[in-house]
């Protein structure tokens, strides 16, 4: 049967019903993805005639045709993703995944002594059934769109982390993954969960290794803060630029619980993310940072959402990105503020710097607001190097080039100064200088 998946070429209801049957999976996942599958050929693929598609063009890939599972072979970690591993400091757990297959699961005695649970999401279907059936595909519908359908009908692997009530993991788990065959999709699905009055730190780290060719990915996280509940999460997407990634990071935020959330996007040849945070109990909170570099002719499309939909809920939101050679991207940010969702207090900001002449980036920010005792902000800025800046610095002995270095740093150092992780800060200042070398 693992054959029968690993060789298949299309989309078909036989490699979904395979797929289940490799894994073994109960007859409520089994139904579940075939009722997804049912959806997924209905739909038509979005095109950029659809408003949230118009700045992404599908016409280069065809999903439909790239295997839907793969299985790698077993072998080393890349010297990239230990590095990486290395890089991000004390963990309590890590998960390590290499195309479609778990290659190791670690979780400290400790932590798993408190009762966290951290789990590949395959593995949790079969030792947690009742726990995942309770949240899974919960937060992100199959039938919101065509590749939420695909995503629902066809997921592999994937992380699952479940924090008991009171419980604080107060050292990050980590998951990576990473891919090293072309011509494959791969649909992640992460499910975080932590109950009420609970803490986790989750840093998800996915890019690809030795590889060529076009691969897709179509990861799905979905995030449960229950009340008085506090959720970090990191991700960090360094795709090679024959990759697309089309992706969707939500988060429920229950009563007095707090959402802390950074993605990162370096890699890729497009990159769609959706990235949302409904605010859903009173005194719910959520910080939404993001960090974007894109050079060559990748093409970012960014769409977040602050979804208000209680009152005494608070908001905070800061995307930079810096874009440069032919890179595009684009950024469109929604505050929606429900009806009753008084004393809200909502603050967005988008700030892109242009280093090439040929580099575009494009910020549309939005606000949709339904109640009328609140306070909400909205703005966004997008500049070019400045000489004179550049002038002064190189005037001091500077080349232009290591001042050029010092303006990248400068502009996205208020966002890195806000994420309290040192090992992932000195990650991404790494990351940022490694960019501006080539």
């Known amino acids: 049967m693992a054959d029968q998946i690993t060789e298949a070429t299309e989309l078909t209801r036989g490699a979904v019903e395979a797929l289940s049957a490799r894994f073994d999976e109960p007859a409520w996942v089994r139904e579940a993805r075939l009722r997804a ?3 997924f050929e209905r739909m038509s693929w979005p095109t950029t005639q659809d408003a949230r598609w118009r700045r992404t063009d599908l016409s280069g890939l065809v999903p439909d045709r790239l295997r839907p599972f793969v299985e790698g072979a077993p072998g080393p970690l890349p010297a990239a993703v230990r590095m990486l591993r290395d890089q991000l400091g004390p963990t309590a757990g890590v998960l390590v995944q290499r195309d479609a297959t778990t290659v190791s699961a670690h979780l400290d005695a400790g932590t798993a002594g408190s009762g ?22 919960r937060l992100v519908r199959f039938d ?15 992380t699952f982390v479940y924090v008991p009530a009171g419980v ?4 990050p788990l980590l998951a990576l993954s990473w891919t090293d065959i072309a011509d494959a999709a791969f649909f992640p699905h992460a499910l975080v969960v932590a109950g009420p009055g609970s803490r986790v730190t989750v840093i998800s780290a996915s890019g690809v290794g030795t590889g060529t060719g076009r691969t897709l990915s179509v990861p799905v996280v979905e995030l449960v803060a229950e009340d008085g509940a506090a959720i970090r999460h990191v991700v960090l997407s360094d795709w090679g630029r024959q990759a697309w990634e089309i992706g969707v990071v939500r988060a429920h935020v229950g009563r007095d619980a707090a959402l802390h959330s950074l993605v990162v996007g370096l890699g890729g040849e497009v990159v769609k993310t959706d990235v949302e945070s409904i605010l859903a ?9 993001g960090l974007v570099f894109g050079d060559g002719r990748q093409h970012y499309d960014i769409h977040t959402l602050q979804d208000h939909a209680a009152p005494h809920t608070f908001s905070d939101l800061l995307y930079k990105t810096a874009v440069s050679d032919r890179a595009v991207s684009s950024f469109i940010g929604m505050i929606r503020v429900h009806p009753g969702a008084q004393k809200t207090n909502a603050f967005q900001s988008n700030r892109n710097l242009i ?20 306070r909400c902000t909205h703005g966004s800025a997008t500049s070019r190097l400045n000489e004179e800046h550049l002038f002064y610095l190189m005037s001091r002995g500077l080349p232009r080039d290591e001042a050029v270095r010092m303006v990248v740093e400068g502009f996205f150092a208020e966002l890195l100064d806000r994420v309290p992780l040192e090992p992932l ?5 790494g990351d940022i200088a490694t960019r501006m070398a080539v």
């Open 144 to 158: 919101e769109g065509k590749f939420q359908a695909l995503h629902a009908a066809v997921w592999a692997s994937g």
């Open 355 to 374: 280093l090439s002449a040929g580099a575009r980036a494009i910020s549309d920010p939005k606000l949709e607001i339904m109640a009328n005792d609140l």
């Open 281 to 289: 109990g009173p005194g719910a909170s959520s910080e939404m940072l």
């Open 37 to 39: 599958f049912e959806a």
């Open 168 to 171: 604080e993991a107060a050292v």
């Open 425 to 429: 800060r000195e990650r991404l200042r």
């Open 116 to 137: 966290v649970l951290f789990a590949d999401m395959h593995a949790a279907v079969r030792d947690y059934p009742d726990l995942v059936q309770r949240y899974l595909m």
